[in-house]
C-alpha cells in the first residue's frame, strides 16, 4: 500500500475508480428508492438528495436516520476513495444533529482529515438548501477484506 493508502500495482486511473464508487452507491435499492446522489473526488465525497414527507418522524421533519445515512455516505466515500481494491468499513461514527429540515435538498460533504495503515479518520457537514449547517459527524474506517468488484455494484 503506498503513501494515500491505494494498494500499488492498480491498472486503473484515479478517476475510473471514483466513477466506479459511485456507480456502486447508485446500485443500491436503498439509495435509489430515496434519490440520493454522490461525487468523489480525492478524500472527499458529497452526498445530495431531495427531503421527502417519507422521510419524516412522526414530528414533521425528516428522520435521524436519513441524516445519518446522508453523514456517514459522505465520509464514507470519501475513505474509500483512498482505498482502490477493498471496501471500507465503519468501525465508529458519531453525528451531531443540529438543525431539524422538512424541505428542499440536502448536500453532506465528506473529507479524510487523517489516515494511517489501518484506519481512515473522516468528517462529514451536512447543509440544507439555505446552505445552513443542519448537521456534523465524524468517524473511523478500516479497510475490510471485501474486494471492490461488479458483485457489490463496483462497476
Sequence with gaps: MNE???????N????????KLE??????SFMQWNGAR????????????????????????????????ALDNAAFFAANSLVEDVFV??????????RPVSEGIVTAFGKVVNYNRTQFIAESVMYN????EIA??????????????PEIGYR
Excluded: C, E, W
Design 4 to 10: 494515500t493508502g491505494r494498494t500499488k500495482g492498480k
Design 12 to 19: 486503473m486511473s484515479t478517476a475510473d475508480h471514483f466513477t
Design 38 to 69: 454522490v461525487s468523489i473526488t480525492k478524500g472527499a465525497a458529497q452526498i445530495t438528495f431531495p427531503v421527502r414527507r417519507d422521510f419524516y418522524h412522526s414530528a414533521g421533519a425528516m428522520h435521524g436516520a436519513m441524516y445519518f445515512l
Design 89 to 98: 468499513l465503519t468501525t465508529s461514527f458519531t453525528t451531531y444533529i443540529t
Design 23 to 28: 456507480n456502486m452507491m447508485h446500485s443500491g
Design 129 to 132: 438548501d439555505d446552505d445552513k
Design 136 to 149: 456534523r459527524a465524524n468517524g473511523i474506517f478500516v479497510r475490510s477484506k471485501t474486494l471492490l468488484s
